[in-house]
């Protein structure tokens, strides 16, 4: 079974809208983080944003924030006032548990384009 | 600067060549990883290390071993090259749990390794 699933293969958004990328998650482990990033054409991968699963309030970086739905497992970006530079894939992953191991596993991406 | 170094950046083998992937950090992380990216796929985790002294395998470890020479060094090695490998490879690194856990993993720039 999927343990991250991001359901939109490619989104456009309009410059200086809001944008939002969905994430769902499948975990039993009651302790658990989830990660945002972002991979630009060059290649490399930028962490955006974490939400902790014992977290209250919703994370925020700026521009980014996590819409964290516990009960409904998800945990989808939003970006808000886009840029063309958010053009650019993005990742959601998670990491289950607190063993030594710390591995992330990574959802299929999601392909953002800003149109100007 | 401080991060994660992973040479070469591009690659091409012919089926059934060796090489090896290498990966450096200069973070003082305990733990290291190595990802494969294929199109559409996201990142699948093909082995890590939590500590020094320690790899185990992840998701997709067939046709692939793994060296963790000391704290910073951990390298890649395809002894027998497929077309199937073609791929980008990710090294990462990170500290052990408990202590960044809200900054993820750090990323190298990734290989780009074509077999032929």
């Known amino acids: 079974a999927q343990k991250i699933t991001q359901t939109q293969p490619g989104m456009f958004v309009q410059e200086k809208e809001a944008v939002t990328l969905d994430c769902t998650y499948d975990?039993?482990?009651?302790?658990?983080?989830l990660f945002w990033y972002k991979q630009p054409s060059s290649g490399e991968m930028i962490f955006l944003i974490y939400q902790g699963s014992y977290d209250q309030q919703n994370a925020t970086e700026g521009r980014y924030s996590l819409n964290f739905q516990k009960a409904r497992k998800s945990a989808n970006l939003v970006i808000s006032a886009s840029q063309l530079g958010d053009s650019a894939m993005y990742f959601c992953a998670m990491r289950e548990g607190r063993d030594s191991s710390y591995k992330l596993i990574f959802g299929s991406g999601t392909r953002l384009l800003v149109r100007p | 600067n401080a991060g994660v170094t992973q040479t070469p950046k591009f690659q091409v083998l012919k089926t059934g060549q060796s090489m090896t992937l290498q990966c450096a950090q200069d973070m003082n992380h305990n733990s290291m990883y190595w990802y494969r990216q294929d199109p559409g796929m996201g990142l699948r985790l093909i082995y890590y290390?939590?500590?020094?002294?320690?790899?185990d395998k992840g998701e997709v470890p067939n046709g692939y071993n793994v060296s963790r020479l000391n704290k910073r060094e951990f390298s890649l090695r395809l002894e027998s090259a497929a077309p199937s490998q073609t791929s980008v490879y990710f090294c990462?690194?990170?500290?052990?749990?408990?202590?960044?856990?809200?900054?993820?993993?750090?990323f190298g720039s990734g290989t780009r390794l074509t077999v032929v």
């Open positions: 975990t039993s482990d009651p302790s658990y983080g």
């Open positions: 990462a690194s990170s500290e052990a749990f408990g202590q960044s856990w809200d900054y993820g993993y750090t």
């Open positions: 290390s939590a500590s020094e002294g320690t790899t």
